[in-house]
């Protein structure tokens, strides 16, 4: 079930030292898995990237709520894998795209599973983000639980309308999702007025100078993730661009009749 | 017939029913009470598979939950959910209650007939044309409902059907439920509206923290104020004066307006005739 995506994404308080870590060396490594999963493309340093996230995110207690995350993205990668490969795009090439697709998934489910919104949004402060942005922003990442309860219960609500979602081919069974996505729309414009005028009704942006109760302070073991983390993706930069690293690619690919 | 063995459901390692039995017999009427959060939308879902046991079993006319799916066994077992936005998605009403007949394969001849004949009962003709986006509440709740009772399910269940009606539409509903329950279908209602049942005279399942509490004749249940209260309900007005009129011999357990009236007028006009 796609909504086991969502599922991978929540934030659940507990007590472990990635919980504890400050926001900011968090989006750090996330974004450096980004970016290096951006400039690599050989399928080696890609499954390095996935296997380096193992012990944290054992570290988090998060393993079966990660392995939920790849499982819901597991549809989209297949897509990719699929539409490269039959693009005539190599075997080896299609897989490092899927791995790539994955390793961006977990990276993020490790952030988001870890992160609370209100340390994303004391995070997107000090990053000077106008606050009816950054406001915005968490409150988007707040309301994914609801919304995934929600369209889990449309779900139900026209299943038992006769509804059969995994009948036909993909065109038929697209359309079949049609009486889940326009309830699903429907309330989620209909929770964001009510969203704003609560907000309204309570003054919200009447003053131009926030200040936060909460502060962010980073411990010297913040710092070391957070040099480490530099390191590795300067390590990283400079291998893309002088170090050639070996290539698994077979040139295993479909028959050009295919293309 | 509905049978409910041994169930046992957990959300994610979160037990919320534990060892449920029920028997609801063909044509019975069912009321499922109880506080907030007691489990009586997840028990309902497993009435047509959308829910399977963690442990145990549900059985629909002797047909496992397990052994069949949630399209076929929803032919059987009309469920209407508790908030009809989480269903509506058509252009017209018309469409909307169509929907259902047209997953079940009817011709497009029965599908005019039954839709027309349940807007007409729930008094909606007059929106076939509308938007249901465009409908109140209370009527977008009667929407859903037409668009389950359609299809002409042999068990009916009703997750809060009274939420959001007017006095007016509340006693058309009970005629609707009432009528249908003496043509032969099961109704199962789940609801928090004493006076609801009282009016509707039902036998009542009471759950609480998911378990079953109690279970009997809506009079017998409802009228017991420690058990009522132990599912976070009050017990209908009636019910609260006659119980304190107990000592001058009145029968807590008379839940009924006219019951109650009838037992009073007795009473006064005895004693009428014994100070003459
Ligand atoms: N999809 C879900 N995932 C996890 N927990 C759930 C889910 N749905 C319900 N629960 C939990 O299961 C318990 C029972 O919920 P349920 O909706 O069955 O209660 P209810 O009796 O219908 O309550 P209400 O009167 O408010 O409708 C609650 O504690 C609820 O938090
Ligand atoms: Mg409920």
Known sequence: MSLKLFEGFRFTGKRTPIHRMDPRPKLLIASSIFLLSILFTNIIVLLILLIAQLPLIYLAKSLRRWSNSLRGGAVLATLIFIMNFLTGSTLVFSLSMTLRFLVLISAFSLFFLTTSPDDLGLVLERLHLPYTLSFTFTTA?????????????????????????????????????IPILIPLIVSAIRRSTELAEALESRAFGSCENRESLITLSMKWTDYFVAIATIIILLVGIFVRLWIPLPSLDESIRLPSIWV | MIEVKGLYFSYDGNEVLHNINITIHDGEFIAIMGENGAGKTTLIKHFNGLLKPSKGEVLIDGVSTREATVASLSRKVGLVFQNPDHQLFSETVFQ????????????????????????????????????????SGGERKRVALASILVSDPKHIVLDEPTIGQDHQQKEKLKNFIVQMNTQGR???????DVEFVVECRPKVILLSKGSILAEGSYDEILSDEDL??????????????????????????????????SAIEKRLLSNVSKTL
Not at chain 2, 102 to 116: A, D, L, M, S
């Open chain 2, 186 to 192: 099961t109704v199962i209602i789940v609801t928090h």
């Open chain 2, 228 to 261: 009522v209260r132990r599912a976070s309900l009050v017990p209908p007005q009636i019910g609260l004066l006659m119980s304190s009129l107990r000592d001058l011999g009145f029968n807590p357990a008379t839940l009924d307006v006219y019951q109650a009236k």
């Open chain 2, 96 to 135: 909307e209650v169509a929907f259902s007949m047209r997953n079940y394969g009817y011709p497009e001849e029965t599908i005019r007939r039954r839709v027309n004949f349940i807007l007409e009962t729930l008094d909606l003709r007059s929106y076939a044309e509308t938007s249901p986006f465009m409908l």
């Open chain 1, 141 to 177: 990442v707040r309301l994914v639980p609801t919304v995934a309860l929600e369209a889990q219960t449309i779900v139900d609500a026209q299943r038992s309308r006769g509804l059969e979602l995994d009948r036909g081919n993909i065109i038929e069974r697209l359309r079949r999702h």
